[in-house]
């Protein structure tokens, strides 16, 4: 049976889900095809933070990525209040707070850049009585607080694909591609074929299949590696701080989120450089990192009962010249397929802006004719986090 949409979707991490609900608000008859469960790769990975970009700019100069990013965080806020252009009610905020602890050695040269013009705005010292829980008594020097947001990607991804249950199915696709890159049509697990005026491939790391079988490729991505550890205890007082060690760069030495666990225990996850440079180190070797960095930054902490767990995963994104993170989110465009990477889950808002302006510019219509259900394929629930399997 041949069936046909306005627009397919393929892939359901927070670029396909947010798409999927811009595009079915605009009347499109979109639906969005994922393999396995929602949000099954970076996007379940990812730590949570809708960032502003201030840890961008801690580099010197401010970057397009530091401008692209900055509004994001009072975006998304009006979004989970329903204000904005995606509903987010029903998702779960885990901070409305970051904060940025930077070693003795930084401290001067932070406060000098921290009170310049340009961020000034951004971020606040946080008083004695003020300073979270965990680093009463302990802390020596100041703490900043950013105004980035901490959210939960699971209770995100639910409340996005609750919003559209009605579009979205879990199937594999065969894409039939023609000699110019254009997707003929998808044969789904149903047996189904399906036809769309335009397709989003938006599988991250995925979208590599589908551009390694077009010849030449016209569009290319990159993956950009990082050993991620979750450290599970029963520490109650939850921690989310950039730890800046001595040298001045975008990446914090370690990038902390707290995340509670469905067994009652809460779980530590570590990323920042801790996590890239631990892209290269065999699991124990980075336990082992992780266990004296903990040590040396919290030495009041006992994690004698905590559990350490590592993973790895890739950042996947358009490929950039120099192979660095690219500024911003990227939409490349080969024939009837439209390849979406946001670069950030803080910056999938500002990729569905510029997929919905292609959208116009491309004289897609919406054709109401075109919005029959598919039968007899799953909804493909929400993927789970890796300290609920542990
Ligand atoms: C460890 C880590 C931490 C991060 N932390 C943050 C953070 O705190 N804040 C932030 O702003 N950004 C963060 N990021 C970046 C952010 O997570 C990603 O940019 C974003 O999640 C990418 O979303 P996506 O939808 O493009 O891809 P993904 O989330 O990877 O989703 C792709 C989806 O496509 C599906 N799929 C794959 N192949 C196919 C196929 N053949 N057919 C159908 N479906 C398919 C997958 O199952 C998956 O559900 C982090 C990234 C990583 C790796």
Not at 344 to 367: F, H
Request: hydrophobic residues 40%; glycine residues 8%; aromatic residues 8%.
């Amino acid at each position: 049976m041949l069936v046909e949409k306005d627009i397919v979707i393929l892939g359901g991490g927070i670029a396909g889900l947010w798409l999927l609900n811009r595009l079915r608000a605009a009347g499109f008859a979109a639906v969005l095809l994922e393999k396995s469960a929602l949000g099954n790769g970076q996007t379940i990975a990812s730590q949570g933070m809708i960032h502003g970009g201030l840890k961008y700019a801690l580099s010197g100069a401010l970057t397009g990525a530091s401008e692209a990013i900055a509004d994001m965080p009072a975006h998304w806020q009006r979004c989970l209040q329903g204000e904005g252009d995606v509903d987010l009610r029903g998702t779960r905020l885990l901070s409305d707070t970051y904060y940025m602890w930077p070693r003795s050695s930084v401290r001067s040269r932070l406060t000098a850049f921290l009170g310049s013009k340009l961020v000034s705005s951004k971020t606040t010292e946080v008083s004695a009585e003020a300073v979270p829980e965990f680093f009463k008594g302990h802390l020596k020097g100041p703490l900043y607080r950013l105004h980035d947001i901490v959210l939960d990607v699971p209770s995100l991804l639910h409340t996005l694909g609750e919003r559209c249950r009605a579009h979205i199915y879990r199937s594999a696709c065969r894409i039939d591609h023609d000699a110019n890159g254009n997707i003929r049509t998808l044969t789904l697990d149903n047996g189904c074929q399906l036809q769309a005026k335009l397709y989003l491939c938006t599988a991250g790391a995925g979208n590599e299949d589908w551009l390694s079988a077009l010849q030449p490729p016209a569009v290319a991505m990159q993956k950009r590696p990082l050993q991620m550890v979750v450290v599970k205890h029963h520490i109650a007082h939850p921690l989310y701080v950039h730890c800046l060690a001595d040298q001045f760069s975008s990446t914090p030495e370690l990038t902390i989120t707290t995340h509670p666990c469905q067994d009652g225990a809460f779980a530590w996850y570590l990323g920042g450089e801790l996590a890239e440079a631990g892209a290269s180190v065999d699991g124990s070797a980075q336990i082992a990192r992780t266990r004296l960095k903990l040590a040396e930054l919290f030495p009041w902490c006992d994690l004698s009962d905590a559990r350490f767990h590592s993973f790895y995963i890739d950042r996947a994104e358009a490929r950039q010249k120099d192979g660095k993170r690219p500024d911003r989110d990227s939409l490349l465009h080969s024939g009837n397929v439209l390849y979406c990477w946001p670069t950030k889950l803080t910056l999938a808002p500002s990729l569905a802006n510029a997929v919905v302006e292609r959208v116009a510019t491309l004289g897609i219509t919406a054709d109401s004719s075109n919005d029959a259900p598919l039968t007899a394929l799953p909804y493909p629930g929400v993927a789970v986090p890796v300290w609920d399997t542990l």
